[in-house]
């Protein structure tokens, strides 16, 4: 297997070989004309000592950054696929007809693989491949950070290749596409790069003043993204999912340079649940990694005749047929093994459409309910591999006679089914469409509770985030109050520092019972005997009013921080000033 690398790709692909490839795919005259104008006008100056130099002409390579750039250089690169094929089928015609099919080529942009055979004029062949499509290219290979990975080989045989192509050895892993390529499950080593590439993001954060709200915006939008190509791929171990968690959960209560104590005012479970189930909506680790993996089995079953699908039979189908239903294998690779445990959900989750019927296993496809979970994996099943379409006509051999109840169920509902023309089809039960998407997994997944009207609700408000991270809080009664702080063994003084009763305060008190909260709740024409009648009361409606409500409870509490950290006061007519005119803000620009 060798890893090509080039040399400054973008900026070496000639100009005159773009063109040309251009005209042999059919690009017309005029499209051609305007690129060569595109090309000819790009130019480059050297500042020196402060002072721009004069303009030079470019002579090769394409603009970085300019949009169609990209599909230029995918058309460029693939010519090298297209001498590839011919030259492999050169070799086995002509060259060593024994050898079938002697290179493969993987390409994505300037990263390459090439799977070749050791044997014969192929290593040869295929250097000169390289060297002739580097010549008429301008893409120069960087031998120094190419490599190649031998299977199976004698010593002797790896150093004659490394001779020929003047490139180092190496064995698995390698990185490619930000990936480790191997045979094995990734070792720990492998999964501590992506901890730390998440702890290298966070401290670049430590010099900034964010809020809580802020936090969990970041949290979510580049601590829980960073792990999904990886998830895309690979099943996260538990201590990976527990090690990023921990660095989001901290990131969350503690903020980033994280020196303070901080408080996990609610649990991580919770804190990944649905906002309309009373979370943050932070992404679920463990949930969004099966997601991810479901794709690959879904790919299987909506486009059985692709690449992936025949490889997949090939390897891991118990029939080992391209031209039949996937038959679960129990043994295969790591990654299939993965797959296979999310058998289960994915078998649940799926609805065949039949049409012909000789792409729906009878036993094991979702056609009339899946029958392996109806009458149970240990029943005694003739023919276990058998389609729709050969079973229907044979139910009497299929089934035991007499029957009993559930083997009756089965034969009536065989019985009353038609089959039709057409290829069957495979629908996904979690949308409407019956397509599938990953967010449609987690959705169904994570929203296993019942939607909350409070919460459901809270979230459309037009106040700040930050508003609306403590009113979840609120809710849930995590704010830290003298009750809630004495639960968690943290002294404080018994006393309502808004009203001086001696009493150990709690939400209830703080925003209802305290005489300072029932004189803002009076001025505002509002009767407020408990929390929750408020929470309910903000949720009915999405009105100015209830952005005053919100307001009033983000007022009092803000005042009572101030009067215990920084021992401010002020005056009723003061705050109730405040709470107005900020709710007004709100309402005008949230």
Known sequence: MLKLDFYKAFDSVSWSFLLKTLRCR??????????????????????????????FKHRRGLRQGDPISPSLFLLAADVLTRMMQVTSLTISERLSPELNDPFYILQYADDTLIFSTAKRQAPRSLLLVLELFSKVSGMTLNLVKSSFVPFSLQEQQVELLQNLFCCSSTTLPIQYLGLPLSYKRPDRATFQMLIDKLTKRLSGWKAKMLSRAGRLVLASSVLSTIPVFFMSVFKLPVWVVRAIDRLRRDFIWKGPAQQNRGVNLLSWDRVCLPKSLGGFGLLNLTLHNISLLLRWLWRIYDKPQSQWASIAK????????????LVWKQSGSFFWRDLRNLRPFFQLSVKAEVHRGDGTLFWYDNWAGTLVR??????????????????????????????????TQIYDAAQNFHLSTGADKFLWRWRTDGRFSVSSVYKHLASAGKCSFVFKNLWKLRVPPTIHMFLVLLAH??????DQ?????????????????????????????????????????????????????????????????????????????????????????????WIVQQATLFWKFC
């Open 26 to 55: 059919g690009f017309p005259h005029n499209y051609l004309c305007w690129l060569e104008l595109l090309f000819n006008s790009s130019c480059s100056a050297l500042l020196v000592n402060g002072l721009v130099g004069p303009t």
């Open 314 to 325: 090939l390897l891991y189908s118990a029939v080992g047929r391209l031209n039949t239903p």
């Open 374 to 407: 109806f009458i149970g994996a240990d029943h005694p099943f003739p023919n276990r591999y058998i389609t729709l379409r050969d079973a229907l006509p044979r139910l009497d051999h299929l089934l035991p006679s007499p029957m009993n109840f559930l083997e």
């Open 477 to 482: 009664g995590r704010i830290l109050t003298q």
């Open 485 to 577: 702080l004495l639960r968690r063994g943290i002294p404080c003084q018994h006393k309502c520092v808004m009203c001086g009763m001696l009493i150990i305060e709690d939400r209830e008190h703080l925003f209802c019972e305290c005489i300072f909260a029932q004189n803002i709740w009076t001025r505002m024409q509002f009767n407020a005997p408990t929390v929750n009648i408020i929470l309910h009361n903000l949720c009915s409606a999405n009105t100015q009013w209830q952005v005053n409500l919100a307001t009033a409870l983000w007022g009092l509490w803000l005042e009572r921080n101030n009067r215990t950290f920084r021992e401010e006061i002020r005056p009723l007519d003061l705050v109730h000033q």
